[in-house]
């Protein structure tokens, strides 16, 4: 038994001393590294180039925010996702895409194949009602009411992006902080690695 444990004992510390083994290994290490890395920069930097260390809420000047704003097709999230959004107005205290009013500007146009397509006009109409789910208490058909008392007045494109944001930089943390441990773990396997050759 004791010599079988020191036969299993010797086989171990000549694959741990192996060099080829140790190579692949610091390899690995190198490529997740860098990986880890890439990830990590491109995430922080992509969605907030001038706020690294964290994520910030002014919207205007907000590269990131305004091309979430503008890559939004807002009669198609409007209309044909309505049932999709519309829960989040209540979450996110929000309405709309960039305003309230976005719902004023929307026109049902009659096709001559008698069908009917929904376009954002030039002219506001402000009769048309806001969703329920816009309103700040919710009451059977209380979005004929667009007051700031009674109604979200915020459109959601700003919160949905900071919400986005928050998110890519978790990530981009999470990312870092395991390249960190990589790197960890690559120190020690590079002086091992040189402690060995220093041996041969």
């Known amino acids: 038994m004791g010599k079988h444990s020191k036969q299993h004992s010797s086989s171990w ?83 709309g895409w960039n305003y309230y009013d976005d719902y004023e500007y929307l026109r049902i146009i009659d096709n001559d194949d008698n069908n009917q397509s929904i376009m954002i006009d030039q002219y506001r109409n402000k009769t048309i009602p806001v969703p329920d789910a816009c309103c700040k208490t919710f009451v059977p058909n209380c979005g004929q009411r667009k007051h700031p008392n009674n109604i979200y007045y915020d459109g959601c494109w700003s919160k949905f992006g900071a919400e986005m944001r928050d998110y890519v930089l978790m990530l981009g943390w999470t990312a870092l902080a395991f390249a960190v441990i990589e790197l960890i773990g690559l120190m020690f396997a590079v002086c091992h690695y040189v402690q060995i050759m220093s041996k041969s």
């Open 13 to 95: 510390s000549h694959f741990a001393n192996s060099t080829v083994v140790l190579c692949i290994y610091i390899f690995i290490l190198l490529f997740l590294f860098t990986v880890q890395l890439v990830i990590g920069l491109l995430s922080i930097i992509t969605v907030s180039p001038d706020h690294v260390f964290f994520s910030t809420n002014s919207i205007r000047n907000d590269d990131f925010l305004v091309s979430v704003r503008e890559s939004v097709d807002i009669t198609d999230i409007l209309v044909n996702r309505g049932e999709e959004i519309e829960p989040l107005y209540r979450e996110f205290h929000c309405c």
